[in-house]
């Protein structure tokens, strides 16, 4: 089938993912080039898996194009957050879905979370596939820590069988990542 007739997303995944060793075109969000932590592969969704795109991809499409147009597929996704009433609506999700966690990618996407929780900055939950929190940076301590919790759970959680991404909170403005801090020990 011919990557036009595809809907490419990018799609985050950790800095070991066996893909790149593969030829599977990618780039680094978080990290080293010696050593990425976190990294953005390109690719389509099937009932099966993902299929992700490779260098060879190039020899048949314009692969910048490609690329550009999976970031416009992300922002154009309906991405509900939901705030969590249990956390006086304070944080918001989005589960569940293929591209959950790639929201984080859009501008479009993470904006609506700074106007929903009426926040400057943001600090977002990525850990594992399909999964986004969101709470406000100025947040009180409490639910800060509560936050923290809910991350490493989800992080430690593999029963719904959502491969691992980061355990590492983002930190977002005006819609974008500006920073990002490991959880890690």
Known sequence: MNLKDRTIYPIIKAGNWTGMQYGA???????????????????????????????QDGEAADLNTIVQQAFHNIDALDV???PSQVL???????????????AILSKTQMLKAHQMLNAEQLLVSIARRTGLMVIARDA???LLDKFIYLHKDAWNDDSYGNAQIADRLFLLEQGEIIGSMSLAD
């Open 25 to 55: 075109l990618y780039s680094i969000l978080i990290g080293p080039e010696e050593a990425p932590e976190v990294v953005i592969g390109f690719g389509y969704d099937t009932p099966e898996n993902f299929v992700f795109l490779t260098h």
């Open 80 to 82: 509900l957050f939901t």
């Open 88 to 102: 006086d609506n304070k944080v918001l999700t989005a589960s569940g879905k293929s591209f959950s966690s790639e």
């Open 140 to 142: 009180s301590d409490d």
